[in-house]
């Protein structure tokens, strides 16, 4: 048993380490090493170095992403922001398909959690991207989703994104005018505060000149002028080679020239976002390899851990059915021990002696008929003390517990019930208690109704000890 018992603490204890056993659980150096490098890469793109960004935020995402089931809520919300982080610089590279896809990482960590800030961040970026990329349904999607959580948020500049946001989606559904009336209230809405609306003009502009309105897009084009001043950027060529287009169809040649002196800059800074895109999105795809690598590997050892819990289990089960058959064989051959010294101890009692050979002589001539002839061989009260006493010690206090647990039995009926474990007949029985048959009878009667039983006294009694 001691052996058993030692078998069984240890498997309790490998079960409760296998349980207690997190496999997302990452160190607090771990921790701080990835906020080290997701700070690196903010300030970098506080720089404006996106390409330098880039790789500390995937740094970041790889030290700390595990299983979603394993990571606590500062782990997801911490690797929801380094994807919403990879999504912005693909977003400034031009890169929508990859900004979608790590937005929307960023998003599922996000509404595990429910960081509502992040998570509206998220959906704008997401509604715009998908505007981009021309997936309307898509796109209106997250602007319906994104919707009632503005009327929630107290922040004017995010109120202004988002109906910047419904104004793009009238325009990729067609409906230029309330489009371009909606960005126009939004650039009055804006001036009315004293805020700069160049950019806001300018989009307007490019918005415009893609559409049936494209001639009357140059005014809004020519804030190129004084948003980007004598900077060349992407943004600024891109515009440039826009007027440029206009001025060919007005035969304006001296201002399609001045355009076009900022075309080699734009098409070497498109070259150069162009190169930058396919070196981060090899830079991402070979993250994400990686990275659904390494997430495989937690979930093949987590099913292994799970199997492992399992048969565990299944041990302590088969375990403790083993040592509860084991004890209640014991304790049955206890019993069955006890039960048969406790007869042995009761037939060689005096009292039970006694019985026997008083009824020896006349117990051929004693039956139900004639129970009344026999008076002399009545017991006294003295001879049921004794029989009581004989059945407590042979049984553990049987008679007792009998009297203690049926009130309603009284003295005269535990006698009863002492003689009938003796095995005798209800006449003999009754020519001891010095009572007529009939009187037994109604005694034995009454007895088994209030054990509830319909058996044998004798019977019923003997199943009782056994149990």
């Not at 304006?252 to 001045?258: E, G, K, P």
Request: net charge negative; charged share 25%; with cysteine.
């Amino acid at each position: 048993m001691n052996t058993i018992r030692d078998i069984f603490c240890c498997l309790v204890l490998l079960a409760f380490v296998s349980c207690a056993n997190k496999m997302g659980c990452v160190p607090a150096e771990t921790m701080e090493q990835a906020q080290s490098e997701y700070k690196s890469g903010f300030e970098c793109l506080q720089e404006e170095d996106l390409n330098e960004a880039f790789p500390h935020f995937l740094k970041a995402a790889s030290l700390t992403e595990m299983l979603p089931e394993d990571m606590d809520d500062e782990q997801t919300l911490f690797v929801s922001r380094a994807y919403y982080q990879m999504g912005y610089v693909f977003g400034r590279k031009i890169e929508n398909n990859l900004e979608i896809d790590a937005y929307k990482r960023a998003c599922d960590y996000q509404e595990a959690v429910r960081d509502t800030v992040w998570l509206m961040r998220t959906w704008e970026q997401l509604t715009n991207a998908c505007q981009c990329v021309k997936e309307h349904d898509s796109a209106q999607y997250y602007l319906d989703k994104l919707a009632p959580l503005v009327d929630s948020v107290a922040d004017f500049d995010t109120y202004l994104r988002v109906c910047r946001l419904v104004s793009n989606q009238y325009y990729y559904q067609k409906l230029y005018d309330s489009a371009f009336m909606a960005e126009s209230r939004l650039i009055a809405m804006k001036a009315r505060r004293g805020l700069d609306t160049q950019r806001d003009s300018l989009s307007l502009g490019i918005a415009m000149f893609f559409s049936p309105m494209k001639m009357s897009s140059k005014p809004y084009l020519l804030k190129v002028l004084d948003v980007y001043a004598d900077t060349v950027t992407l943004e600024s060529g891109a515009v440039m080679s826009l007027l440029s287009q206009l001025y060919e169809v007005e035969g304006n040649a001296d201002s399609v020239a001045f355009c076009n002196k900022y075309l080699p800059h734009y098409a070497q800074a498109e070259s150069d976002r162009v190169s930058d895109g396919i070196l981060l999105a090899k830079q991402y795809e070979q993250f994400k390899v990686e990275r659904d690598a390494r997430l495989d590997v937690l979930r093949e050892q987590k099913m292994i851990g799970k199997r492992r819990g399992a048969w565990l289990c299944s041990g302590l089960v088969l375990l403790l059915l083993a040592v509860a058959v084991v004890a209640i064989i014991k304790r049955k051959r206890k019993h069955q021990a006890s039960y048969s010294a406790g007869w042995a101890q009761f037939e060689k009692s005096d009292i039970f002696v006694r019985i026997r050979e008083r009824l020896a002589a006349d117990a051929p001539k004693i039956s139900s008929k004639n129970v009344e002839d026999f008076p002399q061989l009545a017991l006294s009260q003295a001879d049921f003390g004794a029989l009581k006493d004989a059945v407590d010690a042979a049984f553990g206090g049987f008679a007792s517990r009998l009297a203690a647990n049926h009130p309603d039995l009284s003295p005269a009926d535990i006698n009863a019930c002492c003689l009938a474990l003796m095995g005798l007949s209800h006449a003999e029985m009754a020519v001891l208690q010095g009572v007529k048959y009939n009187s037994f009878t109604n005694r034995i009667t009454k007895i088994k109704k209030v054990l509830g039983t319909d058996e044998s006294l004798s019977d019923y009694l003997k199943h009782l000890l056994k149990e």
